[in-house]
């Protein structure tokens, strides 16, 4: 893989979320870009259980579970302001016999799905991200193949995101800057994907249970 940037595209104006990805999908294919299948990212948040805590008033630390269609065999543990732990599927059945220890928040599981996109060296994935049965917002991602040092590329994929995201181009990612000359590797992109769910989550204001 190569150097990723997960950006949150917002709603135009009169339009309803599909309506945005439509838009942005055509902007696509008018580059020459062509599709190449579809993806999906969730994520499941997990607390630490009230039993684990002492009594002097901690708080309890989040975790979030998530997975990526781009690396099936993997599952991606990244803790609060802390690492990420890379597994394999059987993840999900230790967290079952972890419950003890962490607990599923109620109605926390958020995802993206859509279509991905080739351009040249570019890869485009442009999601509908969706808590329950509603769309919340929408999620896009670009990577640039080529490259796995992020200070190396990101002025190419800033020109890239330019060509179809427009006033609403972001910034560079905060990992980037963490990552400095670092090789770039999934572990980063599902960050980026945490930092992006966290903040549609808050954008909707909706109450997860465990999270403080």
């Not at 997960?6 to 135009?12: E, I, R, W």
């Not at 009230?50 to 803790?79: D, I, R, W």
Request: charged share 15%; hydrophobic share 35%.
């Amino acid at each position: 893989m190569g150097v990723t940037c997960v950006s949150q595209m917002p709603v135009a104006e009169g339009k309803s979320v599909q309506q945005t990805v439509e838009l942005l999908t055509r902007k696509l294919e008018m580059l020459g870009a062509e599709k190449q299948g579809t993806f999906c990212v969730d994520c499941e948040t997990y607390h630490t259980a009230a039993s684990t805590l002492g009594s002097q008033g901690q708080t309890g630390k989040l975790m979030y579970v998530m997975h990526n269609s781009e690396y099936p065999l993997s599952c991606f543990a990244l803790f609060e302001n802390g690492p990420c732990l890379t597994a394999d599927t059987n993840f999900d059945v230790l967290m079952v016999k972890l419950k003890g220890f962490f607990q599923s928040a109620k109605a926390s599981k958020i995802e993206t799905r859509g279509t991905r996109y080739q351009y040249c060296d570019f890869l485009v994935k442009v999601g509908t991200v969706t808590m329950g049965p509603s769309a919340r917002g929408i999620s896009v991602e670009v990577e640039y193949g080529p490259c796995v040092v992020a200070s190396d590329c990101w002025s190419l994929l800033l020109e890239f995101l330019q060509s179809f995201l427009g006033s609403h181009t972001p910034g560079a990612p905060a990992v980037f800057g963490n990552r400095h000359d670092a090789v770039y590797g999934p572990a980063d992109t599902m960050v980026q994907y945490m930092e992006l769910f966290n903040k549609i989550r808050k954008q909707q204001q909706v109450p997860v249970a465990g999270i403080r």
